[in-house]
T-cell receptor
């Protein structure tokens, strides 16, 4: 069965610093991978997705992620953090039309 | 992107009553909808997969008689929490996929915060 592990339940960075949120997946076949962002008391918004095309995926709000099959990773990065990036981030995996399986989530805090 | 509307955004009900939450796909046909539950500071836990015109598929440990799911049309799925108790208080989120276009993305509703008193 597929699974997702997000390393670090809480990440804190300074405004303007690099953001790196880690995600590793477990799968015997190439999966689809997603990063979602959730603001308090709201649903999830898709940041970006990997669906077997380019391994470096660019998303909204300056985020990007790189699919590394050899490392079974799909880490999310942003070169320069902004205060508005403070939120909960979820990595998720699915196979085609099957259900999404979410990681535990990482709370990103931005320090002024 | 496609829009999924969830209603209500919050509800408070008395213990023992039932609450219905609606999830609508506004600009696409959602052959499959998913219902999640999220406890504070935790991830989303899939409760059930709802397919239009057929019975929902529930995840292990989810009481299908307590959490009634109906997907009567391609744009509407409902979740009814029957005989609600305080432990049912949670954040419920629906999502929908437009599988007709082969889109792999799931679109999420705004969520419903249920408080049972």
């Amino acid at each position: 069965a597929q699974s997702v592990t997000q390393l670090g339940s809480h990440v804190s960075v300074s405004e303007g610093a690099l953001v790196l949120l880690r995600c590793n997946y477990s799968s015997s076949v190439p999966p689809y991978l997603f990063w979602y962002v959730q603001y308090p008391n709201q649903g999830l918004q898709l940041l970006l997705k990997y669906t077997s095309a380019a391994t470096l995926v660019k998303g909204i709000n300056g985020f990007e992620a790189e699919f590394k099959k050899s490392e079974t990773s799909f880490h999310l990065t942003k070169p320069s953090a902004h205060m508005s990036d403070a939120a909960e981030y979820f990595c998720a995996v699915s196979f085609g039309a099957q259900k999404l399986v979410f990681g535990q989530g990482t709370r990103l805090t931005i320090n002024p | 992107g496609a829009v999924v509307s969830q209603h209500p955004s919050w509800v408070i009900c008395k213990s023992g009553t039932s609450v219905k939450i609606e999830c609508r796909s506004l600009d696409f046909q959602a052959t499959t909808m998913f219902w999640y539950r999220q406890f504070p500071k935790q991830s989303l836990m899939l409760m059930a997969t709802s397919n239009e015109g057929s019975k929902a598929t529930y995840e292990q440990g989810v009481e299908k008689d307590k959490f009634l799911i109906n997907h009567a049309s391609l744009t509407l799925s409902t979740l009814t929490v029957t005989s609600a108790h305080p432990e049912d208080s949670s954040f419920y989120i629906c999502s929908a996929r437009d599988l007709g276009t082969g889109n792999t993305e799931a679109f999420f509703g705004q969520g419903t915060r249920l408080t049972v008193v």
